[in-house]
């Protein structure tokens, strides 16, 4: 039978109410986000150190012919990124400007989020990768997070250089390989389909569909979901791992984002540039310690201790059940949550079952 539980629908309508423009009070947001109090609305929205990211090849160093990047390196693994949302910005214009559109500006925002809370740093806490005492620009290949975002940066941008879009060959780029774990990456075009060609795939398919130059946003989500997806289902089998580095909290944490991400591909979830901004305004602005338990950890808003709270009992139900149905149609919520005070205006409503 279906069992239809209020907190999975609760959740995305906070995140419904936020895209919405519900939440205006830039308290919610950590402050780094902006680069500067006189930017415009667009550049407020985008990752930290977007502006000092490389944004064209040339930026990056030379060795034999080939352009060479240290995707270790959090400004070097942005600036795929950014020459990745540069060469698509022609095929999303028509949608909005300033390359707002771009259903690709989930990546970037969600790794600059993973970056600002800390969650790109050595969780062993042997090295200082990614600590501000240390490198603080380095990316451990110890994090959970790094390592899940590697498959949607390098296939993403890799997948984008086969597919033509980029304009240089696909054998001109290649990724330095980790200080551990390499047979778990891949490194250029040619070994992203050897070792992965299922992805790889998918992401050529969802390019093919860009140059085409549709006119339909929702189509070009369903084929970017399609990718996305298939490049976390090879995250999940080779790094659960590195789960044991972090808190409970924290590792219970990333097990529930990770199921929570299946929930937004089905409905095709919008990636766009101010949408994802507002969507992570309910995500946590730091690691999770021992001590932190939602709905009462007082340094995170009501929004953020509402949304982990809700992630982590759809994690455990799921964890329950073992199967869940996504229904696409009017919620059957209450107009407002007497918790957040605020009109919930979801677009969703999901089930398990049991």
Not at 51 to 58: A, D, I
Not at 126 to 135: P, Q
Not at 287 to 305: E, R, V, W
Request: proline residues 6%; charged residues 20%.
């Amino acid at each position: 039978m279906a069992l239809h539980l209020s907190w999975t629908s609760v959740i995305v309508g906070c995140i419904s109410a936020s895209l919405a423009g519900i939440f205006n009070n830039s308290d919610l947001y950590p402050r780094l986000w902006k680069e500067s109090s006189g930017a415009s609305s667009i550049s407020d929205a985008y990752p930290p150190l977007w502006k000092e990211s490389p944004g064209e090849f040339s930026d990056y160093k030379v060795e034999n012919g080939k352009y060479v990047i240290n995707v270790w390196h959090y400004l070097e693994r942005m600036g795929t990124y950014k020459i990745l949302l540069n060469k698509t910005a022609k095929y999303f214009e028509k949608f909005a400007p300033e390359n707002e559109q771009n259903i690709l500006w989930g990546l970037p925002v969600h790794h600059g989020w993973q970056y600002y809370t800390g969650r790109l740093a050595d969780p062993t806490q042997r090295t200082g990768c990614g600590h501000e005492s240390g490198d603080h620009l380095c990316i451990s290949v110890d994090s959970w997070w790094a390592d899940f975002n590697y498959y949607l940066s390098a296939m993403p941008f890799l997948a984008a250089i086969d597919s033509g879009i980029m304009g240089i060959s696909s054998d001109n780029v290649t990724f330095l390989p980790p200080s551990k774990d390499q047979m778990s990456f891949c490194y250029n075009v040619s070994s992203c389909h050897s070792s992965f060609p299922e992805a790889m795939k998918k992401w050529n398919e969802f390019y093919q569909h860009v140059k085409s130059c549709s006119d339909n946003l929702d189509d070009l989500l369903k084929y970017l979901w399609a990718a996305h997806v298939s490049s976390l289902k090879i995250a999940h089998k080779n790094f659960h791992d590195r789960l044991k580095y972090y808190s409970k909290q924290e590792a219970d944490f990333e097990r529930s984002w990770a199921l929570f991400v299946d929930y937004l591909a089905p409905p095709r979830f919008p990636t766009t540039l101010t949408r994802m901004y507002e969507f992570q305004k309910g995500l946590p602005t730091r690691m999770l310690a021992s001590g932190d338990i939602a709905p009462f950890i007082k340094d995170f808003t009501g929004f953020q201790n509402t949304v982990l709270l809700a992630l982590n009992f759809i994690r455990k139900v799921h964890e329950y059940t073992g199967t869940i149905v996504i229904i696409t149609g009017p919620p059957k919520l209450p107009r407002t949550s007497s918790h957040l005070k605020i009109p919930i205006r979801s677009h969703l409503q999901i089930s398990f079952v049991v």
